[in-house]
């Protein structure tokens, strides 16, 4: 667990850093550059807002990953679903702007200066595929701990204890 809880920490970090850089972008538009709303705008909130949902629900999850894991009931938890909207749509997003790189860089010819654009679009896509993959993890990890659950307690019912085999 303890690798689990590595890469949960690292999750963590790089999601309260796309998160910074999403709202530190707003600020600039709203504040800095003094622009008036636009509806294209609120792509910029919606990712700030699932991504303050997906960093709450790092901090939330991270007991999960302790030596004696807990139960977590994802499907009463809002913060899942913010941490796969947020995830899906760096996914898409990161998608929609390599595609619009190509057609861009695809009549140019290449130069160095356009390698840190592709850096940081591969940066929000990966990023996006590891928190879909660990929101997949720590469900099915939390399905065999309830089924793990369960099972203990039918055995306790027949006062059964780990060692013995019941011969039916």
């Known amino acids: ?3 689990g809880f590595s890469l949960k920490i690292i999750l963590f970090i790089l999601s309260i ?5 999403f709202v530190i972008g707003i600020y600039v538009i709203h504040v800095i550059q003094n622009k008036s709303f636009e509806y294209s705008m609120l792509i910029s909130y919606g990712l700030a807002g699932a991504g303050f949902l997906s960093v709450i629900y790092q901090v939330k999850t991270l007991r999960f990953y302790k030596k004696t894991p807990e139960v977590i009931n994802l499907e009463k938890n809002v913060f899942w ?3 796969i909207i947020f995830a899906v749509t760096l996914i898409v997003f990161s998608i929609y702007l390599l595609f619009i790189r190509y057609e861009i860089y695809s009549q140019m010819q290449f130069d160095s200066q356009y390698v840190l654009p ?4 591969t940066f929000f896509l990966t990023l996006g595929v590891f928190l879909i993959a660990e929101v997949g993890f720590l469900y099915r990890k939390t399905q065999y ?14 006062g059964l204890s780990e060692d013995e085999d019941v011969d039916v």
């Open 118 to 121: 592709f850096i940081i679009i």
């Open 81 to 83: 679903l913010g941490n």
């Open 145 to 158: 701990l309830q089924l793990k659950n369960k099972i203990e307690s039918i055995d306790d019912i027949k």
């Open 17 to 21: 850093l796309t998160f910074g850089i």
């Open 1 to 3: 667990m303890k690798i």
